[in-house]
Nanobody, 122 residues
Framework: QWQFVESGGASVQPGGSLRISCAAS????????VGWFRQAPGGDHEGVSC????????YYTDAVKGRFTISRDNAKNTAYLQMDNLKPEDTGVYYC???????????????WGQGTRVTVSP
């Protein structure tokens, strides 16, 4: 089963920036869509941003549009999420997963690795 190793999470103040990464533990992501999913305390996994394998516009949930930027480096089998102007509501554990084609949902059942924790507080 596909899994990613996420890293880069930290505690930051509102308005700060972070860049988180996820590296595929095996296989290649070249022809696959990849997504970042967030689990807020007590909540479910929600799709934050997804990027296709083709040159299509990435998806962003409304709450992060204009603040987050997703990217991928197929040569490194890695995806990134640049997060700027962070807000307390961005707090949560961020996970990578292979996404379904055309919709920002995980392709596989229970694809979650260990995630990386992002905490935004004064």
């Amino acid at each position: 089963q596909w899994q990613f190793v996420e890293s880069g999470g930290a505690s930051v103040q509102p308005g700060g920036s972070l860049r988180i990464s996820c590296a595929a533990s095996r296989g290649t992501i070249d022809y696959l869509a990849v997504g970042w999913f967030r689990q807020a305390p007590g909540g479910d996994h929600e799709g934050v941003s997804c990027i296709s394998s083709a040159n299509l516009p990435p998806y962003y949930t409304d709450a992060v549009k204009g603040r987050f930027t997703i990217s991928r480096d197929n040569a490194k089998n890695t995806a990134y999420l640049q997060m700027d102007n962070l807000k307390p509501e961005d707090t949560g554990v961020y996970y990578c997963a292979i996404a379904r084609a055309g919709v920002c949902l995980p392709r596989d059942h229970n694809p979650w690795g260990q995630g990386t924790r992002v905490t935004v507080s004064p």
